[in-house]
């Protein structure tokens, strides 16, 4: 065995006898820490996958729900509902932009279909009148039960929304 000097002054045998002991250690102590951090690993992302889980079916319990509330809702007040969707699409109707197409297609037809459907809407409007008067029920009360029908879904969607918010952030049910 030869003693060689290094930098230092110290005696160092040029053979090593603790080097491979210390690299097997090495070696051991880097497979434990990985194996160590793949279990942590997978147990987080089996933990994840279960509380995704349940968020999620308990969305879509609370939307089923919405659903049903909201069909009932409509069941009990459908003169009510059915003005909402009329004015819901005479809304859409009129944020939504003309394309040269419909203009080129319809043309002089324009203004004919344009009279018509005004007076198709006129018609629409006194026949839904004559039937809330024959109801007993007045514009003031069909408006309140439909804008009571639009705040109890925006209310059950958004109690939804943070129950399913609430339940990811702190990984337990929010029911």
């Known amino acids: 065995m030869t003693t060689r000097i290094d930098a230092s002054g110290n005696a160092v045998d040029s053979q090593d006898t603790e080097a491979p002991g210390r690299i097997e250690a090495a070696r051991n102590a880097t497979g434990d820490a990985y194996s160590t951090a793949r ?9 994840a996958r279960e509380r995704l889980g349940d968020v999620y079916g308990d969305a879509r319990d609370r939307s089923a729900d919405l659903a049903r509330k909201t069909g009932d809702s409509i069941q009990e007040h459908p003169v009510a509902a059915l003005v909402g969707g ?5 809304l859409v109707a ?7 197409r419909e203009v080129a297609a319809l043309g002089a ?3 004919r279909l344009n009279d018509a459907a005004r007076s198709a809407a006129d018609a629409a409007k006194q026949a839904g009148r004559d039937k809330l008067d024959e109801l007993g029920l007045t514009p003031d009360r ?15 969607a958004t109690h939804a929304g943070t129950a399913a918010a ?3 952030r702190t990984g337990k049910d929010a029911g």
């Open 39 to 47: 279990d942590k690993v997978g147990s987080a992302l089996e933990g």
């Open 86 to 90: 009329l004015a819901l699409g005479a």
């Open 94 to 100: 009129a944020v939504l932009p003309r394309t040269e």
């Open 109 to 111: 037809i324009g203004g």
């Open 142 to 156: 069909a408006q309140d039960a439909v804008s009571k029908l639009f705040a109890d879904v925006a209310k059950a």
């Open 166 to 168: 609430t339940a990811v």
